[in-house]
């Protein structure tokens, strides 16, 4: 981690009461510039995933019946199609019938984005959603 640089920040005051409560929402080991550090590097990684050429990681979760016609085929076919941005998965049978399955992507940001929505597509999954972070290099 590089050396810590203070700097001083003009705010409105409601904007700064809104804040604090904000920062004690995050607990007692989060302060106003633990926060703020948040906030940046949430800024920098919505940047990251803007850009289309971005190495990005992310996670998908979704959630699906498995008796669904051939929807447990075709999302193995997708993720087969798709091994190299696919670096980990994790699958739980819920109950009888439902599944949820999450998996770890990392790869160009488009790419990623695009496969996210080929498998949410897949008719029979029932809820789903990207989950966008960072490899962390940048940060
Ligand atoms: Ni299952």
Do not use: Y
Not at 22 to 46: P, Q, T, Y
Not at 64 to 89: G, R, V
Request: charged share 25%; proline share 1%.
């Amino acid at each position: 981690m590089s050396e810590l640089v203070r700097f001083s920040v003009a705010v409105p005051e409601d904007l700064l009461v809104q804040f604090d409560t904000l920062v004690a929402r995050r607990g007692i080991a989060k302060n106003r510039s633990e926060v703020i550090r948040d906030l940046v590097r949430d800024a920098l990684v919505n940047e990251e995933w803007d850009d289309p050429m971005q190495e990005i990681v992310g996670t998908l979760t979704l959630v699906f019946n498995h008796h669904s016609s051939d929807l447990q085929s075709k999302l193995d076919q997708l993720q087969h199609n798709h091994h190299e941005q696919i670096i980990s998965s994790m699958h739980i049978h819920l109950d009888a019938h439902n599944c949820l399955e999450v998996i770890v992507l990392k790869g160009r940001s488009d790419n990623i984005r695009q496969l996210a929505e080929s498998i949410l597509g897949v008719k029979g999954v029932k809820h789903g959603q990207l989950s966008t972070t960072t490899t962390g290099k940048f940060l």
